[in-house]
């Protein structure tokens, strides 16, 4: 087995104590998986800048190839990343993904996390940094519209695992799924 480090990048207001991580981890840790699920901070109300420098803290500790998987407003966080550190990474796995639209800072009236979406995202420059790019969305996300996940997917031009019960995938029963797709992408 290649040996790699998986970090995860939660999303807004989660924790890895929060959804599915708490399900998942057991699992990773029965695999003898290197990994690392950060705490990001900021509650309601977090910033960009400190979420990068927190998961950039957590890549400087390993020379491992790199396995970057966000859910939700994490996966903006893991393209955002990607632009500004430029890093190869195996694998990027996007779980309820953003599309690269500005309008996305509007959302909860624009209190919860503007400056997340302050500029698009160059994706002809971060297309490259990463073997495989995976979106998993479900069809009745009553958080992130599907059709954004559509829309990320065909920028990366990435493979597209469509649900039609999954809701947000934030669910403690959702962690099969993620482990699944990591399992066959990563021969565990």
Do not use: C
């Not at 909860?108 to 698009?120: H, I, L, Q, R, S």
């Not at 995976?134 to 009553?142: A, G």
Request: hydrophobic share 40%; charged share 25%; no cysteine.
């Amino acid at each position: 087995m290649e040996d790699f480090k998986i970090i995860f990048v939660h999303g807004y207001t989660a924790s890895s104590k929060a959804d599915w991580y708490p399900n998942i981890i057991p699992e990773l840790e029965k695999l003898g998986i290197d990994f690392a699920i950060p705490d990001l901070p900021g509650g309601e109300h977090p910033h960009v800048k400190v979420w990068l420098r927190v998961i950039h803290q957590e890549v400087l500790k390993t020379n491992k190839p790199l396995v970057l998987v966000g859910h939700s407003l994490g996966t903006r966080v893991v393209l955002l990343y990607l632009e500004k550190y430029k890093p190869k990474v195996k694998l990027v796995l996007l779980i309820a993904a953003f599309a690269n639209r500005l309008e996305n800072a509007n959302r909860n009236d624009g209190e919860a996390y503007p400056d997340f979406f302050v500029n698009k995202i160059d994706i002809s420059k971060i297309k490259s940094l990463s073997e495989k790019f995976i979106v998993m969305h479900s069809k009745d996300d009553n958080s992130i519209p599907y059709q954004q996940g559509v829309e990320i997917t065909q920028d990366l031009e990435a493979e597209l695992i469509t649900y039609s019960d999954r809701s947000h995938f934030y669910k403690p029963e959702n962690a099969p799924y993620v482990l699944e797709v990591l399992r066959k992408e990563l021969n565990l």
